[in-house]
């Protein structure tokens, strides 16, 4: 018997802030409408699935403790990436922003001219010798002095999520009142790397490049049993 649930989500999140000098978290104090953008944390599509498999081992061989109460349950998740910030943190525009305040907030972004971003797999980029960014840098430089750049802060995403946390339970009736529970469980089972945002500062010199994984993303295994009475 199988049983599961699944969800998906579509949305956008837009804001002029996310918080309160989280990185750049400024009103454009020029053109404040075009501080509107993507929020921190929009994810344009979220897919969830769980799911539980009674494996019917009782059924191909003869039922006893061996083959009997055998089940695989698991959570698969799909996302869209967290979009990237886009910063040139050198107050290129002469309005005092650049890190200043008790945030370290500043409003300076680049230029950017129009064409396709051209997303690669972060797995290719080679920041030794600058090939294979996540996205086509050339299309962004330095704002002009005394200018602000015309780049919005947020409007396109980092790498996605693909997550399969799975578990493998098996029962064993020992008398009518009483059992035992075996469980091995795996988060992230395929180890899939999850890759964080690539660098947004353009002033840096891993602009466009994936440098880290989120934290604690490897394989994770463990082992339970619990007794029921």
């Known amino acids: 018997m199988i049983k599961g649930r699944a969800a998906r989500t579509y949305g956008k999140a837009l804001d ?8 750049g978290e ?37 039922p006893n403790r061996l083959t009997d109460g055998w089940i695989l349950t698991g959570v698969t998740r799909f996302t869209t990436g967290l979009p990237i910030l886009l910063s040139e943190p050198d107050d290129s525009s002469l309005l005092g922003t650049g890190f200043s305040g008790p945030c370290g907030c500043m409003v300076d972004v680049p230029n950017v001219t129009s064409g ?48 399969w946390d799975l578990a493998v339970l098996k029962d064993v009736r020992l008398t ?23 660098t947004g500062n353009i002033l840096s010199s891993s602009f466009g490049f994936v440098t880290n994984t989120v934290n604690n993303n490897q394989r994770i295994g463990q082992f339970a049993a619990k007794f029921y009475f």
């Open 16 to 23: 002029n802030g996310s918080s309160w000098g989280a990185g």
């Open 116 to 163: 396709s971003l051209k997303f690669t797999n972060p797995r290719l980029g080679n920041l030794d010798t600058g090939t294979n960014p996540y996205f086509t840098t050339s299309l962004f430089s330095d704002e002009n002095f005394g200018q602000l750049g015309d780049a919005n802060r947020r409007y396109f995403h980092g790498p996605g999520l693909n997550n």
């Open 26 to 62: 400024v009103i454009d104090p020029i053109n404040p409408k075009i501080g509107k953008a993507l929020s921190a944390f929009d994810m344009t599509h979220n897919f969830v699935m769980s799911y539980s498999y009674h494996v019917p081992f009782d059924k191909l061989w003869r």
């Open 176 to 198: 009518e009142t009483k059992r035992l529970e075996f469980r091995v469980e795996f988060f992230n089972v395929f180890n899939h790397a999850q890759f964080q945002a690539p």
